[in-house]
């Protein structure tokens, strides 16, 4: 079986991204933790989050009300960028 450099490339990238997914804290309240090796800045992945938080709300009819959020960048050889964001869906 011949295995082409984009398929291993593809799944190197796939491997480098940690997502808690959407996490129900109770009482209408969601947290969304997210890390990518492939970014620099924890702002671009904190922009994926409200995104992906958003037309979450949007499939119940409601709109997101973020909480609160944080965002931290990549650091070498310590850690990867990432961000969290708190929210809740009125």
């Known amino acids: 079986m ?3 450099g984009l398929t291993i490339l ?3 990238v796939v491997g480098c991204a940690t997502n808690s997914g959407i996490v129900d804290l109770g009482g209408g309240q969601y947290v969304y933790a997210k890390e990518d090796a ?3 800045n ?3 992945t904190k ?3 409200l995104k992906e938080a958003s037309a979450f709300c ?3 009819g409601k709109q997101m009300v973020v909480q609160s959020s944080e965002a931290k960048p ?3 050889f310590s850690s990867f960028a990432g961000a969290e964001v ?3 869906c009125k």
């Open 74 to 76: 990549y650091t070498p």
């Open 42 to 44: 924890g702002n671009a």
């Open 86 to 88: 708190q929210f809740r």
């Open 10 to 12: 593809s799944l190197m």
């Open 47 to 49: 922009v994926e989050i």
């Open 2 to 4: 011949r295995i082409t």
């Open 38 to 40: 492939m970014a620099y």
């Open 58 to 60: 949007a499939k119940q």
